[in-house]
RNA sequence: GUGCCCAUAGCUCAGUGGAUAGAGCGUCUGGUUGCGGACCAGAAGGUCGGGGGUUCGAGUCCCUCUGGGCAUGCCA
């Protein structure tokens, strides 16, 4: 299926051409991208084009006589139910009520796949996203790329590509052994025995549950042993409440990539021998260092320490090469904005490399912070001051969670208050949506007790004004997919589904299938339109990863 | 200091260079012997942080100022 605002656009463009090769208008290049605005049906109707007004110019007449231009040589379509000029030059358009009504059929013959089109079809993508090393639990920090990235790979499998959801994660290096050191100490507190908590220890009671948990499970039978040990075991029990915790919002990945793997496959060592070679990387301070000053950066970084670790940056450049390599149309990585300076020298790496990183996609969202009584301070793991996302599950539960935290775009600072998130979680969106889809769920168990049936319901009855503005709505839906892609920005399906939800309950109050007056065969179109409703609605849900409801 | 992000209704936030700037919550007024009232109909509420610019048209793009956030590691 080819998205409505396409179509028009098509519709458009053959017009001009049309009205240039009839003499109509004079020849001038036509726009690249000619602009279809998504309107409410009211006086601007359905769809509006403004590109009368800018064709202006170049066709040396006045707006409004470039539209009238257009529409006397637009092309015949089913869809367009009236056309008009209005103001200085746009063109209106409303869809025509008798093909709105039987989409009400298309549909249901969509069924699950409501709404998606195919133009990725034959392309693979990946999202990568989370990669929080195991060091402590999952927070409300993380949890904004974590939705963000599922919700995004839901949107980016809807136009055709096949997706993989990827999780990097380091389970070596300074951090953790930080880990270990720190649950050791906690370990040997819980023991009553002589500890040295490391400076830059994590301080969270996390650890004192981890190190309780030991205790119960081994006694002091671990009292002698070294942090490596700890390291291991804190490793294993954070990733099963990391993996819990995603699941309890309905996340799961398909690959687990661990840094290491890079080194065991000698790609870290290959990547510093090439970019020697190509005099990329060299020796100062006892450091190696990557020339980034040759790729556009600022001042050069350093790849190995004198200790002779490497930096993160050195095993992400060949995370990014291994991404390209495994042939991904669009690799999309999710990062918090406090990592956004990390990607540029992953970029030029991969270029210094002779890559090209373009189906690399970085999306950065901004922080989350945290509000107690009024006040905001960062969160930090290290010092044990965050909300962790199965709190919030706890309090808020699975949907509102996940619609939350989508609902805010990309760019905006979120102040997370979880008082103020428990107060309204009795009044908000989110039931409004899932309401809708209880109610259609409601009317089909009615239906079924009355003996009411769609079979046979003649779809072009379903004329009236709510009806058909619902379905306006409902056939938006393609454009919110493809719009919401192309800007990766989640949070736009969660102002749509507020606006169908919405759009749906003035439907309800006044459309009904089996009370007032209804005729039988009004009623099996109704029905069917309600049939139409709830897949709409739950495809939308579904997109946003949350759950379906029959009764609430 | 420099780079990136933000500032829109009382509060939380949407808003693709288009026409009269929207929603939720809160406030106020109404609504059901009826598919579930977790709902609906309506009202009040705005110098889109200040100033300049770009153009047929700016909440949206550019410059600047103010106020906040993040980054500016041989941490990740």
């Not at 869809?79 to 025509?96: C, D, K, Q, T, Y």
């Amino acid at each position: 299926m080819k998205l409505l605002t396409a179509q028009f656009a098509d519709l458009i463009r053959r017009a001009i051409e049309a009205a240039q090769t009839a003499g109509a208008l004079p020849a001038f290049d036509i726009p690249e991208d000619i602009p279809v605005d998504l309107k409410d049906g009211g006086a601007q109707g359905d769809y509006a084009v403004p590109v009368a007004l800018q064709l202006a110019k170049p066709a040396r007449r006045a707006p409004r006589q470039v539209a009238e231009a257009i529409m006397q040589h637009l092309p015949t379509a089913d869809f367009i139910g009236r056309a008009e000029i209005a103001g200085p030059g746009f063109l209106n358009f409303w869809l025509s009520p008798a093909w709105l009504a039987a989409q009400v059929d298309a549909i249901l013959a969509e069924g699950a796949a409501a709404g998606a089109f195919d133009i990725n079809a034959g392309k693979r993508a990946q999202v990568e996203f989370v990669s929080a090393n195991p060091s402590g639990p999952i927070t409300i920090a993380h949890t904004r790329g974590a939705v963000m990235g599922d919700t995004l790979a839901n949107l980016l499998a809807a136009t055709g590509y096949t997706v993989e959801r990827e999780y990097y994660f380091n389970n070596a290096g300074r951090q953790m052994e930080i880990v270990g050191r720190s649950l050791r100490a906690r370990y040997l507190e819980m023991l009553g025995e002589p500890f040295d908590f490391p400076e830059d220890g994590y301080r969270g009671q996390y650890f004192r549950w981890i190190a309780a948990g030991l205790v119960y499970e081994h006694g002091d039978a671990l009292k002698d042993k070294d942090w490596p040990v700890f390291k291991d075991l804190a490793e294993n029990i954070i990733f099963g409440h990391i993996r819990n915790s995603l699941r309890r919002i309905g996340i799961e990945f398909d690959n687990w990539f661990n840094e290491n793997s890079l080194y065991e496959s000698g790609a870290v060592d290959r990547l510093l021998e090439a970019l020697r070679e190509k005099d990329y990387a060299y020796d100062a301070d006892g450091a190696v260092w990557f020339r980034m000053t040759a790729f556009g950066g600022e001042k050069d970084r350093v790849l190995v320490k004198s200790t002779g670790e490497p930096t993160y940056v050195t095993p992400d450049i060949m995370y990014h090469i291994d991404k390209l390599e495994r042939g991904f149309d669009l690799a999309v990585n999710i990062l918090g904005a406090d990592h956004m300076d990390q990607y540029p020298a992953v970029a030029a790496g991969v270029r210094a490399m002779g890559y090209d990183p373009s189906p690399i996609h970085v999306i950065i969202h901004q922080a989350v912070t945290l509000v107690e009584g009024g006040a905001t301070q960062r969160m930090s793991k290290r010092k044990g001051q965050f909300v962790t996302l199965d709190e919030l599950v706890d309090e808020v539960g699975r949907d509102a969670v996940r619609y939350y935290i989508l609902a805010y775009k990309p760019d905006a600072h979120i102040n997370f208050d979880l008082e103020l998130a428990k107060a309204q979680s009795e009044e908000n969106p989110v039931y409004t949506i899932q309401y809708a889809h209880v109610r259609c769920m409601g009317v089909f168990r009615q239906a079924a007790e009355a003996g009411v049936t769609d079979a046979g319901a003649d779809v072009s009855r379903l004329t009236g004004e709510r009806e058909q503005s619902f379905l306006r709505k409902a056939l938006e839906l393609p454009q919110i997919i493809d719009f919401t892609i192309r800007q990766m920005e989640p949070h736009h399906l969660t102002t749509y589904a507020l606006d169908l939800a919405r759009l749906f309950h003035s439907t309800y109050e006044t459309v009904r299938v089996l009370h007032g007056d209804t005729p039988p065969d009004l009623a099996k179109a109704r029905l069917r339109f309600y049939k139409a409703a709830q897949v709409i609605l739950a495809r939308v849900l579904t997109l946003m990863g949350m759950t379906t409801p029959d009764r609430m």
